[in-house]
């Protein structure tokens, strides 16, 4: 690995280290509620690795098929396990561990493994993630008003790590720390690139990002993954600073929110609403600029295919079972990307509607396949994934 990567991964793997004690020790207080059960009995690690007869775990190896705009048909193979400890009261969520590796048809290798532990009653939440791509694709430029013609191809690597973790402070409110860490190497343009040769676009040749900051999050979801019922309100800051390693200095803000209305109980009838928005004010990297499109939200624009400092969009979905483990999804929804706040206006949203499929595979957690397909202005998108899109 490069040595600039190594010194900011150290100090990632420092917080990690910090943050997994604590996560341990909050466990083991949870799990110290019921002594006299003999559920209890062990430590955390002999009842995740070598769980009693009561707990549930489910374990799940699946191929991987996948599709989206900016891939195409993608092929390989991981797993989903998810577990519940039986020291667990009614109501708290399922953890998880995934990791899958895949390689698309147009040339891409993306690897991604994910780790999401809940304790008793969700008082604590850590996650982390970490991957590796290998990612030829499109850039169109900066700007709410970019013509297609204009893309250019071009490829990098890039290694990643996302690292969260929640305290619940109140009932349904959480507070944490999020680190942030990226190393994007080996960019290659064209020769007579218009983006590699211009001074306007920053980070062309490669760059590395180390970034923390506070999140403050509201959830009342049921489910984390399929809610039928509640609210998802996330805020966060991201600090990008040398201190940190990172070869750029800038701030990101995040905001979040989703809610989930029961339109019918009995039918599992639901409407979701998500309004999203993504800020960065400083030297913000070519491809760090906040990106319209993708598989979450604005499905059918290619992801990044309007991009700049500044990026609002809403969407809404009506979700309804149709048969057994089948059920449909239709939404609508608008995004828009600026330079700065009064640079937006209605005129310069763009919209998106779309139908999608959802299968079952495990009703415990409700996780589903997702087949989604989405249409912008002059464009569409077709998406297999895996899980709803919010």
Same mark, same amino acid.
């Given at each position: ?65 996948t ?6 048909? +993608?092929?390989?193979?991981g797993?989903v ?5 039986? *020291?667990?009261?009614?109501? *708290? ?48 430029? !900066? ?10 191809s ?6 990643y ?5 929640? !305290?619940?402070? =109140? ?37 590395l ?9 509201y ?46 109980k009995?039918?599992?009838?639901v ?28 499905? +059918? ?30 939404? !609508? +929804?608008? +995004? ?43 464009? =569409? ?10």
């Amino acid at each position: 690995m490069h040595k600039e990567i190594i010194q900011p991964f150290g100090k990632f793997l420092l917080i990690l280290m910090i943050t997994f004690c604590a996560t341990l020790i909050s466990a083991q207080e949870d799990a110290s509620i019921d002594k006299d059960s003999s559920a209890t009995k062990g430590n955390f690690f002999q009842r995740m690795i070598v769980p009693d007869s009561t707990q549930l775990f489910r374990f799940k190896l699946l191929p991987i098929l996948t599709y989206s705009p900016e891939t195409r048909l +993608g092929l390989g193979a991981g797993f989903v396990f998810y577990w519940d400890y039986a *020291t667990a009261s009614p109501g *708290t969520n399922s953890s998880l561990a995934q990791s899958f590796f895949y390689f698309t048809q147009n040339n891409q290798i993306d690897w991604t493994s994910i780790l999401e532990l809940y304790t008793n009653e969700n008082r604590f939440f850590i996650s982390g993630k970490i991957g590796y791509l290998k990612f030829p694709q499109y850039y169109y430029g !900066v700007g709410n008003d970019l013509i297609e013609e204009e893309k250019e191809s071009f490829s990098f690597n890039q290694l990643y790590v996302d690292l969260r973790n929640r !305290v619940l402070i =109140s009932h349904g409110i959480y507070v944490g720390l999020d680190y942030y860490f990226n190393s994007n190497y080996n960019l290659i343009w064209k020769e007579d690139s218009r983006f590699a040769n211009d001074p306007f676009y920053v980070g062309t040749e490669g760059y590395l990002l180390s970034g923390i900051g506070p999140e403050i999050t509201y959830d009342t979801r049921d489910f984390p993954f399929n809610p039928l019922r509640g609210s998802y309100i996330s805020a966060l800051m991201l600090v990008f600073s040398d201190a940190l390693g990172s070869e750029y200095k800038y701030n990101s803000y995040q905001l979040d929110l989703r809610h989930f209305i029961p339109i019918n109980k009995k039918k599992k009838w639901v409407i979701a609403v998500n309004l999203y928005g993504l800020f960065a004010k400083g030297e913000v990297p070519f491809n760090r600029l906040p990106a319209l499109g993708g598989s979450q939200i604005m499905r +059918g624009y290619y992801s990044g295919r309007f991009r700049d400092h500044n990026y609002i969009a809403g969407q809404l979905e009506w979700r309804m079972p149709i048969w057994k483990i089948i059920a449909l999804r239709t939404w !609508v +929804g608008a +995004g828009q990307v600026a330079a700065n706040f009064d640079q937006f206006h209605t005129s310069g949203f763009k919209a998106n509607i779309g139908v999608g499929i959802r299968v079952e595979f495990d009703k415990k957690s409700r996780s589903t396949i997702r087949l989604d397909q989405g249409f912008g202005e002059s464009q =569409s998108g077709f998406y297999l994934k895996i899980n709803e899109a919010f």
